[in-house]
């Protein structure tokens, strides 16, 4: 099933045949559809699979558009979808008996989410929420069901991710165990820069926006407390703040014990 908004996704590779005056209807075509099994290979999910096999699945994903701040999946609702982002960021977060908000993960293009419920039924534990707006691709149970008896491959990775957000998970209760502030939020910190980390000659840096908010909720700690910690890390050199707001962690934030 091809959308709008895949075709939109995939609309700056398209140029490029465009722009060499190429008219081929044929070659568009193909263009067109080796284009948008790319967009499929870089979800890590489907990384291994062949172009006839990646073409398979996405004739059975239906995609769907939701604006900042929308409400993908609320809390306690028992999903018959698995989800994935094609474009755009999402929250996974709880609410506290007095309405706090605990965020749980972050999840960028690329990665998934709802497949829990597909594989035990149960509801969904947290809410999943558009941070911005978001392109998301649905795949119903029956055919994750039928990806998971039928590809091998998509068994193993998913295996694979699975490991690695038990992993995940490991390090936040390391992280919530820490009294002191500048410890949670130096873990928090190394955690987001084995994932959205690019190393550079000068640091290493975090190619994912958070305002300070996220970083409380995500440490169980106030705003002021993170923006305190982040203002002298600052002034002492361990972090600086690029263009785009992305953290850069210098050399000197290593030395920080924890």
């Known amino acids: 099933m091809h959308s709008t908004a895949l075709k939109k996704t995939i609309k700056k590779r398209k140029r490029k045949v465009e722009a060499s005056g190429d008219q081929n209807p044929a070659l568009k075509i193909a263009y067109a559809k080796h284009a948008e099994n790319g967009i499929l290979r870089n979800i890590a999910l489907f990384s291994s699979l062949s172009n006839t096999e990646l073409h398979q699945i996405r004739e059975h994903i239906i995609l769907r558009e939701f604006k900042k701040n929308q409400t993908i999946l609320g809390e306690e609702e028992t999903s018959q979808f698995m989800y994935i982002i094609i474009r755009g960021k999402v929250k996974i977060s709880r609410l506290g008996k007095e309405g706090k908000e605990t965020i749980l993960s972050m999840h960028g293009s690329g990665e998934f989410f709802g497949e829990l419920s597909l594989i ?5 534990p947290a809410g ?3 941070v911005e707006n978001s392109t998301v691709a649905i795949i119903s149970k029956y055919h994750f069901h039928s990806l998971l008896f039928t590809q091998q491959k998509v068994l193993e990775n ?6 690695s957000r038990l992993r995940e998970a490991w390090q936040k209760i390391e992280m919530m165990n820490f009294n002191d502030a500048s410890q949670r939020l130096k873990m928090l910190l190394n955690m987001l820069a084995e994932t959205y980390g690019d190393k550079t000659s000068d640091g290493t840096v975090l190619r994912v926006r958070l305002i300070h908010q996220d970083m409380a909720d ?10 305190r910690v982040l203002d002298k890390w600052k002034k002492t050199g361990e972090i600086k703040i690029l ?7 210098n050399p000197e934030f290593y030395s920080i014990q924890l």
């Open 158 to 163: 998913l295996l694979q991710i699975f490991c």
């Open 128 to 130: 999943v929420i558009a």
């Open 218 to 227: 995500m440490t169980g700690l106030t705003r002021e407390t993170v923006t």
């Open 243 to 249: 263009e785009g707001k992305f953290i850069r962690l």
């Open 120 to 124: 035990d039924g149960k509801t969904t």
